[in-house]
């Protein structure tokens, strides 16, 4: 069988160093029987340790070629589609009784912060998420507030998951290696995530953060006043001063 050419359209950087491919899979530690979906397989390096312990795998690839490479597998259950066009709740679904999803995958650049959201409104039906990512994604991912890495999507992800950067992934992993240095982050959804209408929550933080090196009154004030909000809130802040459960507290209160 011919090698296959990473394809740039693809964002196909192909993990190759098989010490971070064993830390990788120590880390998720997969169990046979486990439901498990990995995002964009590739040439199955991170695919075949885990379906070794698994017994049987999902798989999501977007490439033509690489998923009939990949249905020849006997041990994989693959769909070849975008990401963002796949329905979690069916796979869920398709779980064993009272056995929640877990989602790993070697995400591409592109899209990565696009698939993190398309995969938030499923996070009661996931056990946990292991993703390598660009690491300055995850920097934002993790970061604390008051810190200049701390923005929209450290907000909304941290109201929905624990999150950990658990390992450093240097570009020469993989083939072609990318631009940019890469880590992997555990992400496992609270048991009780704050009660919060993410329709509000997401242009809230939004507008918060459009205009994040000024006072919160010129942004996310004006948007509150659109709303009607005459409660009490600190506008003479700059968003990234503003702790997650404030942001949820403030949508709660419009919601």
Do not use: C
Not at 3 to 29: M, N, T, W, Y
Request: glycine residues 6%.
């Amino acid at each position: 069988m011919k090698a296959h050419a990473p394809r740039k359209r693809f964002g196909q950087h192909f993990l190759a160093d098989l010490a971070i491919i064993d830390a990788i899979v120590r880390a998720i530690a997969p169990r046979p029987g486990d439901p498990m979906v990995e995002i964009g397989p590739g040439l199955a390096a991170l695919t075949q340790p885990l379906v070794e312990r698994l017994g049987r795998l999902t798989v999501i690839e977007l490439d033509r070629d690489l998923a009939a490479r990949l249905r020849a597998h006997p041990q994989l259950d693959v769909i070849e589609s975008d990401v963002l066009r796949v329905d979690f709740g069916a796979l869920a679904d398709a779980a064993p009784e009272g056995r929640r999803l877990r989602v790993v995958g070697n995400l591409p650049y592109n899209i990565s912060t696009p698939i993190l959201f398309h995969l938030l409104p499923f996070a009661g039906r996931i056990a946990d998420q292991h993703f390598m990512l660009q690491k300055e994604v995850i920097d934002r991912m993790v970061a604390a507030p008051s810190t200049g890495d701390y923005g929209r999507l450290s907000v909304m992800l941290q109201w929905r998951y624990e999150m950990e950067n658990i390992l450093a992934v240097p570009p020469q992993s993989f083939e072609p290696p990318p631009r940019v240095d890469s880590a992997v982050v555990r992400m496992v959804p609270w048991a009780q995530p704050a009660a919060v209408d993410v329709a509000v929550l997401e242009p809230l933080v939004q507008a918060a953060f459009s205009q994040r090196r000024k006072l919160l009154r010129h942004s996310l004030g004006r948007w509150l006043e659109t709303r009607g909000y005459a409660g009490d809130f600190d506008l003479q802040r700059r968003a990234e001063e503003v702790a997650v459960a404030e942001y949820v507290a403030l949508a709660q209160a419009l919601g």
